[in-house]
């Protein structure tokens, strides 16, 4: 099906675009009092993304009420470990909790990396409705977690500031913690493909974690395994966001994706500098949508005007908080279309 916007596809191959493409990270979520009806009716969290209509409506309401140049298919990262035989829990204002995780090589090779599909088939049961409702409009965005998130989840069991049980792990028990990080990149590429296959348009890397590690330890634990998904998918963009490792663009800009995000900590000018041959994405601090408009219009100008319209998709430098004003996000998004 011929995409009637197709503006995030072309800038993130580098193509010439008439404007530059604008979405917005948990575009799908908290801000908008749509979203909040419908998780009220799916009960929690999880019943939301495993109930396939529930969570292709809550994909589409930012295309309908924002005007985001694509949708992101509502899911959580944590889907991974789950499919994999770890379950785990939302705790209200905790966040995340897996009453198992791993400990030992015998954890690892208990792990399940067969039947993806079926595990996972209210995902993709959410894309194809999700599809067949767009109808063109935009491009579907599908995701994953990066292999060192998910694996500070999966050592850690929650949470953390610091992750030092799964840090502690990189250091002390290096082969294992490459086993289980070989193991969650060939889940998520399949996953991935799978993503693909039910009509994502191009797919995003989120290493939520990436700032906690040293350069040399990034190098050795997550760069491989990024490598690895971006070259598995040669026809289809691909966006890595590493929040918070600014130390890593560089060697980021090296690997066969097409885009970089940015997180608000990671200079605009150095980053084109050091990153010269990719499309970047992002990275207005979130915080600025709880300015006034006219600040809101002001600082999202002034972002564009340091990018610059080409090889550009502008975006958040992270995920949109959920007390935010969702007329704000809007003024973010229809300033971007302005520009």
């Avoid at 399940?112 to 995902?123: F, G, H, M, Q």
Wanted: include cysteine.
């Amino acid at each position: 099906m011929d995409l009637k916007n197709d503006l995030l596809i072309r800038a993130a191959k580098g193509e010439k675009t008439e404007r530059v493409p604008v979405w917005v990270m948990r575009q799908a979520g908290r801000i908008l009092p749509e979203y909040r009806e419908v998780r009220a009716k799916a009960g929690s969290f999880i019943g939301l993304a495993t109930t396939p209509e529930l969570a292709a409506e809550v994909t589409l309401q930012p295309v309908d009420i924002l005007g985001v140049d694509a949708a992101i298919i509502f899911s959580d990262i944590l889907v991974v470990p789950e499919a994999m035989g770890l379950p785990y829990e939302m705790v209200e204002a905790k966040g995340p909790y897996f009453p198992r995780t791993i400990k030992s090589r015998a954890d690892i090779e208990q792990l399940n990396t067969a039947d993806i599909e079926d595990r996972l088939s209210y995902v993709f049961e959410s894309m194809d409705i999700v599809k067949k409702a767009l109808n063109g409009r935009v491009p579907l965005i599908g995701f994953a977690g990066a292999p060192f998130t998910i694996f500070c989840y999966m050592i850690e069991g929650q949470g953390s500031k610091t992750f030092s049980k799964a840090k502690r792990m990189l250091y002390s028990e290096p082969e294992f913690s490459h086993a289980l990080l070989a193991k969650i990149t060939d889940v998520t590429i399949r996953y991935l493909k799978l993503k693909v296959s039910h009509g994502a348009d191009l797919v995003q890397v989120f290493d939520s974690w990436a700032g906690i590690l040293s350069p040399a330890q990034y190098s050795a634990f997550s760069i491989p395994y990024l490598s690895r998904i971006a070259d598995a998918f040669p026809d289809v963009p691909v966006t890595l966001f590493s929040k918070g490792a600014f130390f890593a663009r560089k060697e980021l800009g090296l690997l066969s994706c097409n885009v970089v995000g940015l997180d608000w900590n990671m200079d605009i000018a150095e980053s084109r500098e050091l990153i010269s041959e990719k499309t970047l994405q992002g990275n207005m601090d979130p915080c600025v949508l709880y300015s006034s408009f006219a600040d809101v219009e002001k600082q999202t100008r002034e972002m564009v005007a340091s990018f610059g319209k080409e090889r550009y998709i502008a975006n958040l430098g992270h995920g949109v908080y959920p007390d935010t004003d969702p007329e704000k996000v809007k003024c973010f998004i229809d300033t971007v279309k302005s520009c």
